[in-house]
């Protein structure tokens, strides 16, 4: 892709590791959606409304993150170019 040397780069570091999830259309976890408890899947808090590739890869990359944190390392966050700052944090 695009940033394929960054994210070469990135993992290539024996100090870090990643909580990237990749669903490409056709595997098993495409488009499948998680029902949050308010009754709607979280493609609705990610991108406004229902999308075709779902949102079971949301899920996925929380329960990575929520590893990382029970071993103790330290989070970074990567933005695409342009993007630090957008969307809605809270």
């Known amino acids: 892709g695009k940033y394929a040397t960054d994210w ?3 993992v290539g570091d024996a100090d870090i590791s990643t909580a990237c999830v990749f669903l490409p259309n056709g595997c098993d976890g495409y488009g499948l959606h998680v029902e949050q408890a308010s009754g709607s899947c979280y493609c609705h808090c990610l991108y406004g409304e229902q ?4 949102c079971r890869w949301f899920v996925l990359w929380m329960e990575k993150v929520e590893s990382a944190l029970k071993l103790g390392q330290e989070l970074m966050v990567v933005f695409m170019e342009g993007m ?3 969307g809605i944090v809270d």
């Open 8 to 10: 070469f780069r990135m």
């Open 51 to 54: 999308q075709e590739w779902g």
């Open 84 to 86: 630090v700052g957008q």
